[in-house]
């Protein structure tokens, strides 16, 4: 059994930062392709960013250049730092590891962004 727990979601005005955390039981993270998902109310749950453990990033287009995933695997921690949040981010930010052939989730963090 894998457990993803995140933390690190609050309320920010537009154009501050967080950081989200997500650690990890068990020594996953070294095997594990890290995911950060976003829903938000009446959405699609949807990809924001991903590190393979090789090290390659992907992002959505409009968090490009805002936020950054990372990984500590000695922590079993993925990170996701978001800057110049915008109230379109507000949504609750899930963590995702892909162990093929399984996926595990942790339970979300709301984020939310005032103007």
């Known amino acids: 059994q894998v457990l993803l727990v995140e933390s690190g979601g609050g309320l920010v005005q537009a154009g501050g930062s967080l950081k989200l955390s997500c650690a990890a039981s068990?020594?996953?993270?070294?095997?594990?392709?890290m995911g950060w998902y976003r829903q938000a109310p009446g959405k699609q749950r949807e990809l924001v960013a991903s590190?393979?453990?090789?090290?390659?990033?992907n992002y959505a287009d409009d968090v490009k250049g805002r936020f950054t995933i990372s990984r500590d695997n000695a922590k079993n921690t993925v990170y996701l730092q978001m800057n110049g949040l915008k109230p379109e981010d507000t949504a609750v930010y899930y963590c995702?590891?892909?162990?093929?052939?399984?996926?595990?989730w942790g339970q979300g963090t709301q984020v939310t962004v005032s103007s």
């Open positions: 995702k590891a892909t162990l093929i052939p399984n996926h595990y």
């Open positions: 068990g020594n996953i993270l070294v095997f594990a392709t």
């Open positions: 590190a393979t453990r090789g090290g390659d990033t």
